[in-house]
């Protein structure tokens, strides 16, 4: 294959000969297994009981139903039965859940998703994701409360690797698939609560309502609501709050014909107290806590001295931009007594996401549809974060991120040939707008308060195709390939910058400067023209992807893959400096992977056995790596393309029912990274520098018994997450901090007073060892001064009862 470096070939031929020393043993196998039950949906359970055999699971994962056993994809699939068992309620509750799957939760409201260690964290106005989010077949392009559609779903499915052939855009690392419970043709819903430890209380329900003959609609909805787990020592306030409230309203029309529609509205908010981060250390000689203590008798690291609890801050905190700070026992800066911009609010997240769908089929006959996916996606989230959650706080900001788009697909596909030719083809736009605004203040870091405001267009153009072949009834094989065009249009302002000025502070001529000269003189008297910029630029690229998939017999299927993925270029937009001509002085170019995938699917025991196993080695090459720099003493967020590397792993998951009503079902995942070479320009990055944020394993047990009684069904279940050590914080070139391994572990018991019957009560516990765990940590990055981290939630009980009719 030309263009397939020759290190990636010897992988792809290593995961060859695995697959085949691993089937040929198993080739003896002769249980039949029984085709797909016409009209099984997609996700069904993976553990339904079909006598003592494990039920059969069907994906999407290609665009079209069909069981996973006989797919040539890595991906983990849970129903909404699974989801409930093993009490993943948010997608913070996958991890460990899904094998080579980490997720952060950010500031601004939202999870990142990382697949097979690659993903970004940060979330500006020029980030994109590498892994794809897709809620009923719309690609989500911002990360701003993309959490919020959890509720009333039908499957969950994760992708790993570029699915770029087959799905919207930006799927370097894998795929998200969310799909939602659609419409039916019955009267029926349900009805959900919850109560638990920390005031917890959420509903959720749907009710599904047949309007006439082929039309039917359903409304569902969320709330959640859950008291924060972080006390605080200075106020009677608590952090980590949950206030979630979202609704969905479904229309579908399906009268027998050719032609179905689906419609979607959906709104969803959240208003919490912001982001919940726990203060760990405390750096005197970082050139903010400098700045704060030669103004201020008592030193700041004296003054907030680390707490070392693990759910305590001070508390405190305000919004005040010009921040009160500006007055101190020493001196009194030329901005305090300022009028507040916001209130004085104390921290907060308030993000709201409303969404618009549209998906039509119409069957063409001869074995082909046409399907038009249209939908439409408006998201705000507006939060305030402290660094140390404390009255006089080194840093906190205010940022705003609004961001609107609009995207349109048209595919064609179907099966021709006698059934042996699948194909798809199909067109994809794209265009987002987003505005993104930081507004700091006068503090510690900028005495003359810094906003950067800017603003991003973009449009993306893509047409793609995927086709597979039986060339035997065994032996089948897939081309695809997807050609992109992107064009983004970006503008800047920044406000931070002094000027030469000399004015009397106290009667004494003061001289302009960082930091006591700006601080003293104020905006009046030092402050600076702003920094603006704006620019224009496009990229493209093509992704190839071959495929071979082998049915050794009705129990063992291998698979090879070779794919490649892109990710469009940009520019950096937080100006540090003027601008000569008035455009941005720095790009980054696209990002790009080959990925090279060999697995094998294993039906035995008489299907009392599901075991599916996947090793790939990725070749990654114009990274886009996230540095905070210092540009004019601000610590700025930048994106260089850094360095290239190499990423290679397996992952392992199975189902088990060794006997009737016994259910054990779990996962296993490695993954390794290093640097290959590093770019002139990534003064930051050696080649010892993790690639990424992403721990080397993780592993799931989960298991369930069915015990009949008078009539009724009583499950309990216990389940074990574990998460292994992964970086955190990085200082120049190394990793100054690691956060630390865990396992967590949770059970339900669930009673059903008749089997079949519409009531369901059960109880459950999540952390019930109450461990301690990080989920991510900023250490002393860019002067700051505070190390923190995120932690993760603590132990909880509670109970749960629910109705369906």
Known sequence: MAGIPISGGRALSMLALIAGMVAAPALAQSSAVPPTAPGAAAGDAVGDAVGDAVGDIVVTARRREERLQT???????????????????????????????????????????????????????????????????????????????????????????????????NTTAGAVLLTTQRPTDKFEGYAQVRAGSLRRIDTEGALNVPLTDGISARASFRTQSVRGYITHELDDGRSGNVNNQSGRLQLRVDRGGPLTIDLLGEYNRSKTDGGATIPVGCLSTAGYIQNYDALHTTPYCSAYPVLGK?????????????????????????????????????????????????????????????????????????????????????????????????????????????????????????QQKTDFLQDTGPDWIDPLGYVYDASLNYRSYAAFAQASYKITPRLELTLGGRYTYDRKTGSSYVFFAGRENTFLSNGVPTQCGYFNGDFLGGIANCGGAPFTARDTNDWDGFDPKVQLGYRWSDTVFTYLTAAHGYNSGGFNQQLGSPSADGRFPSFYDPEKLWSYEGGIKLDLLDRRAVINLSGFYQKYTDIQAGVNVLVGNVSTRQVQSAASAHEAGFEGEFVLRPVRHLTVRGNVSYLTQAYDSIRPNAVTLTLDTPVNSAPKYTYSAAIAYDFQIRGGTVTPSIDVRGVGEKPACQDGADYVCRLPAYALAGFRVDYVPRAGGPWRIGVYGTNVFDTVTQLARTGYFGGFGIDRVTPGRPQEFGVETSVRF
């Open 71 to 169: 797919t040539p994809v890595s991906a983990t699939v849970l129903s909404r039965d699974n989801l409930v068992q093993q009490n993943i309620r948010t997608f913070q509750d996958l991890r460990g859940a899904v094998s080579n799957l980490e997720l952060v939760p950010l500031l601004s409201g939202g999870t990142s998703f990382t697949i097979r260690g690659i993903g970004q964290t940060f979330n500006q106005v020029n980030s994109d994701t590498k892994a794809g989010f897709y809620v009923d077949e719309m690609y989500v392009s911002r990360q701003e409360g993309n959490d919020l559609y959890f509720y009333d779903i039908a499957s969950l499915q994760v992708l790993k690797g570029p699915q770029g052939t087959l799905f919207g855009k």
């Open 310 to 430: 693990p759910y305590a801050v001070y508390g405190g905190a305000t919004l005040l931009a010009p921040t009160s700070a500006a007055v101190t026992d020493i001196a009194r800066g030329g901005d305090a007594g300022g009028i507040s911009r916001y209130g004085g609010r104390g921290p907060f997240n308030d993000t709201d996401a409303t969404t618009l769908n549209a998906r039509i089929g119409y069957d063409l006959g001869g074995g082909l549809t046409l399907h038009s996916v249209t939908a439409y996606r408006r998201s705000q989230a507006s939060f305030y974060t402290p660094v140390n959650n404390a009255p006089n706080d080194i840093y906190a900001e205010y940022d705003d991120t609004r961001s609107t788009q609009f995207t349109q697909e048209l595919t064609i596909g179907g099966t021709v040939l006698d059934d042996r030719l699948t194909f798809l083809v199909g067109a994809f736009y794209f």
